[in-house]
């Protein structure tokens, strides 16, 4: 086969900085999602209509529309 250059991990790529955006992130299983995504290095935007209840971790943006 030929080779793409990308190896392991399904193409994620070590040099960028994983980012994320959660859909429903004022909910429990939202907000949980994100918190545990910004601590494995992600930057997390949760996106929802309602803001979350519970303490927004550093790395983490709230956006409530």
Same mark, same amino acid.
């Given at each position: 086969?030929?080779?793409?250059g990308?190896?392991?991990?399904?193409?994620?790529?070590?040099?960028?900085?994983?980012?994320?955006?959660?859909?429903? @992130?004022?909910?429990?299983? @939202?907000?949980?999602?994100?918190?545990?995504?910004?601590?494995s290095?992600?930057?997390?935007?949760?996106?929802?209509?309602?803001?979350?209840?519970w303490?927004?971790?550093?790395?983490?943006?709230?956006?409530?529309?």
């Amino acid at each position: 086969p030929p080779s793409s250059g990308v190896r392991g991990n399904a193409g994620a790529l070590k040099d960028k900085a994983m980012r994320a955006v959660v859909t429903g @992130g004022g909910g429990y299983f @939202g907000y949980k999602l994100g918190c545990a995504l910004a601590s494995s290095g992600a930057s997390v935007v949760l996106y929802d209509i309602h803001k979350p209840i519970w303490e927004i971790p550093n790395g983490v943006v709230c956006i409530q529309v």
